[in-house]
């Protein structure tokens, strides 16, 4: 028989598995192998390495991410207690949730009043306005906040290099409508360093200073500085990219304040991060712990209390990873992206609507946005978990790694004398814009896959229409999405579909039957609709003659069979459209000597030169 223990309470319990010996290591590397033996990915006997390795991926930050995780490297802490990875609150989200801040931008103030109202009628908790040419005139915020009471709704400002203006009109609002001073909640904005990445031209600090100076004797709950990390992360940059800026921003706002007299625990206490939140939700699960491990660390050094060195955090859904086409796709990365910003620990989470990459959104896009954070906090209860991540040794492990790269990166910005030296010198672009090219290559290759872009593109979509967004200030870091090389593509191809009625195509030179050919031929009609071509096909045939009976005569062509075929007939087949007027011949498959041809298309290809080749070749400009 088994012994069962007991619980301190005296209930028993139970032995899950307790009869079956312990595996170790080696036998699960036994039956890893033999899987990957049969799919083919390693020979009879394993590589040099553990054979784990196979299996394993590297980040943009070069994290070596693996299969399978034993031990965890560090012990994380208790929830709300330093340093905090586990959470800033030791309830975690269990008594409120968390915040549902949704972000408003429409010109027409009456609209955005509409749209304000409708929100906090369905579960939104506070708002995120952009003000100023890019947004909401500040001069109509009395408008779009009509009907609004300040003392029951958190707002947070955006306004860029006019954030004390827009500041002020809100504590304007909130005098008139008689709000008392310590209702008011909310974080004003101000972000100089924000500017300065933004558009190239240093912000005001001298502002953003008196702002922190008022609210810590005005305004108990109202934070007057905002560190945003979105700059960085829409320039492409890394996690732990991301998260060193922050960390240096936050210490030049530090200094800054600390130098004009205000003492250090307020001063922490004046600031909010905002990070990206994306739909590697591991990732953005570590970003966040990472994120509030580090702040921990660099208030603990410069002497701030222990209970002043927790990170308030608003996570909103990344902006870089949302498509035009096909933004349905969308939902499910807001999704995924909202999903992980709870579980990370975010106070404060926006999920930018699906359409949010087109223009301005729809109601329903906004009511989409607000149900999706309402079904995970009402329906999936997820806040009712303290730190559901917490103890996973694969997000302990990621959570170390993440903040350790991170923290290399903040001394480097530190070495060169800070945030906004680090950003006139070139070495925040320039470092940002390697990890762009990185990434941007793994997209062209499809590694990371783009859903509804790079794979699985629907050619007859129909386009959305949405009102332009204002336009948002330029001049500095560069704003990118991931999806925008194959976007610019596919509209180059409609262009050309608009102008003469008809769909660039490649035509398939399908050989033999379709079993044989139908594998490859699936694939290449994907790849090449990620570039808006259309394909036309030659179907089953038994010989050469067959394919030019059903050849179009499109300039670019592509064989399409099984290698057992294309050992037999691709040579006769590419000679043979060759001289009959086909330019670029390509083969569906790994590189090989079945047939002179031009090029091959296959899993791993760079498909963004692929399809800017045929492009050229078909005269898509």
């Not at 409508?177 to 004003?188: I, K, S």
């Not at 992360?233 to 210490?251: F, K, P, R, Y």
């Not at 990070?275 to 712990?289: G, M």
């Amino acid at each position: 028989m088994v012994a069962h223990s007991t619980t301190s309470g005296g209930r028993p319990e139970l032995p899950l598995a307790a009869e079956f010996p312990e595996p170790s290591r080696e036998q699960w590397q036994t039956q890893v192998h033999k899987v990957l033996k049969r799919s083919g990915l390693v020979g009879e006997e394993p590589p040099p390495g553990p054979i784990e390795d196979v299996l394993a991926s590297t980040t943009h930050d070069g994290i070596r991410v693996h299969p399978l995780y034993s031990s965890a490297p560090v012990d994380p802490g208790l929830p709300g207690l330093a340093p905090f990875v586990r959470g800033s609150r030791p309830q975690g989200g269990v008594t409120e949730g968390w915040d549902v801040r949704q972000r408003h931008e429409h010109p027409d103030a009456a609209e955005t009043n509409r749209e304000v109202l409708a929100d906090l009628h369905n579960g939104v908790s506070s708002l995120w306005l952009r003000l100023g040419p890019a947004g909401i005139a500040i001069d109509d915020l009395a408008d779009a906040l009509n009907g609004v009471h300040l003392d029951m709704i958190g707002v947070s400002l955006e306004a860029g290099a006019d954030f004390a203006a827009a500041a002020q009109a809100y504590l304007d609002l909130a005098a008139e409508q008689g709000v008392p001073a310590g209702e008011l909640r909310g974080t004003l904005g101000a972000d100089p360093l924000g500017v300065l990445a933004r558009t190239g031209q240093a912000g005001e600090r001298d502002p953003a200073v008196h702002l922190a100076r008022r609210c810590t004797t005005e305004f108990p709950h109202l934070k007057a500085l905002a560190v945003d990390a979105l700059p960085f992360h829409d320039a492409g940059g890394s996690d732990a990219q991301e998260l060193g800026c922050s960390l240096a921003a936050g210490v030049t706002y530090l200094r800054w304040l600390t130098e004009a007299g205000i003492d250090l625990d307020t001063a922490a206490g004046q600031l909010e991060f905002r990070y990206a939140a994306t739909a590697d939700q591991f990732l953005t699960i570590a970003k966040l712990r990472a994120a509030r491990r580090l702040w921990e660390q660099v208030t603990r050094s410069c002497g701030v209390s222990e209970s002043r060195r927790a990170q308030v955090q608003h996570a909103v859904t990344s902006q870089a990873m949302l498509t035009r086409r096909d933004p349905w796709v969308n939902m499910l990365r807001g999704t995924i992206a909202t999903f992980a910003a709870g579980v990370g620990g975010a106070q404060s989470v926006t999920t930018l609507p699906f359409d949010a990459a087109i223009g301005l959104p729809d109601d329903f896009a906004r009511r989409i946005a607000r149900n999706t954070q309402s079904l995970l906090l009402e329906e999936s209860h997820l806040a009712q978990v303290i730190d559901p991540a917490g103890g996973s040794w694969y997000v302990e492990s990621l959570t170390d790694e993440l903040a350790r790269s991170a923290w290399s990166w903040f001394q480097r910005i530190e070495a060169e004398g800070g945030l906004p030296a680090a950003l006139e010198s070139g070495l925040v672009a320039e470092e940002l814009a390697a990890t762009w090219q990185e990434r941007r290559d793994a997209i062209a290759h499809r590694s990371d896959a783009l859903t509804g872009v790079s794979e699985f593109p629907d050619l007859d979509e129909a386009p959305l229409e949405r009102t332009p967004a204002p336009q948002q200030p330029g001049g500095g870091l560069p704003v990118h999405r991931y999806a925008e090389d194959f976007e610019a593509l596919r509209d180059s191809a409609d262009t050309r579909l608009a102008e003469t009625r008809e769909r660039p195509t490649v035509f398939l030179a399908t050989l033999g039957p379709l079993a044989a050919h139908n594998a490859r031929a699936s694939f290449a009609r994907n790849l090449f609709a990620a570039g808006g071509l259309d394909c036309a096909e030659a179907g089953a045939t038994d010989s050469t003659d067959a394919v030019l009976a059903a050849y179009t005569g499109a300039p670019v062509v592509c064989l399409c069979s099984s290698d057992a075929v294309y050992a037999e007939r691709a040579a006769e087949t590419a000679k043979a459209l060759r001289q009959a007027g086909a330019t670029t011949v390509l083969l569906a498959g790994k590189p090989s000597d079945h047939a002179d041809v031009d090029g091959h298309v296959h899993a791993g290809c760079d498909a963004l030169s692929v399809l800017d080749a045929v492009h050229a070749e078909l005269g898509v400009r």
